[in-house]
């Protein structure tokens, strides 16, 4: 008996990316519904939630799309690498889970997204410096923590509080790890980072 192959075809990449773009559209809709239900009269929030819905939809249709001859989309641990210049006094660094953790667990699965926090780098140049880490929900949270296919790009790793511990030119790294919600023994890194303090 042969195994059957698992690849999705381009029928199946434009299914789901319309599947994806109707909940994109259901989840605007409701938002722009809850500003209107509140009373806002703020244009900055309706702006928000139109560019969010076209950056998403564009993010929809670039994932359906079949990967650039002689790669492959399919990847054992799918990760966003993130470089950034932090100021000392705080930064909000947006992340995006990969589409492929929805490719594999469905694009109705929650995940739920922690952090062990920011690890400074070994410096040779000071090797008697004590180990730092950045501490979650002390130095170091995400913002939603969890998120669905639509919302994937909304979150957030907020660092605060750190200014009388770093010094510029450190460089601090960390994981983003992802579980689902209904089975939160399925565990898996989502994002990279490597944040160097300004």
Request: glycine share 8%; net charge neutral.
């Amino acid at each position: 008996m042969s195994a059957r192959r698992e690849t999705p075809g381009i029928a199946d990449g434009f299914f789901r990316m319309q599947r994806r773009f109707a909940i994109r559209t259901a989840t605007y809709v409701a938002r722009v519904g809850d500003l209107v239900a509140r009373g806002s009269v703020e244009p900055r929030p309706y702006l928000e939630a139109y560019l969010a819905w076209w950056s998403g939809g564009l993010d929809d249709l670039g994932d359906s799309l079949p990967p650039p001859r002689g790669q492959t989309r399919a990847r054992e641990f799918p990760l966003m690498h993130v470089q950034f210049e932090l100021r000392p006094e705080r930064g909000d660094v947006r992340f995006a889970v990969p589409v492929e953790v929805f490719d594999r667990h469905g694009d109705a699965a929650v995940v739920v997204l922690s952090t062990h926090g920011l690890v400074r780098r070994f410096d040779p140049r000071a090797p008697l410096r004590p180990q730092l880490t950045l501490a979650p929900e002390l130095h170091v949270r995400i913002d939603p923590n969890e998120v669905r296919c639509d919302t994937r790009t909304l979150p957030e790793l907020k660092i605060y509080g750190v200014d009388a511990l770093v010094r510029g030119g450190d460089c601090y790294e960390g994981l983003v790890w992802g579980a689902l919600k209904h089975d939160q023994t399925v565990r898996f890194p989502v994002a990279a980072f490597e944040l160097t303090i300004a």
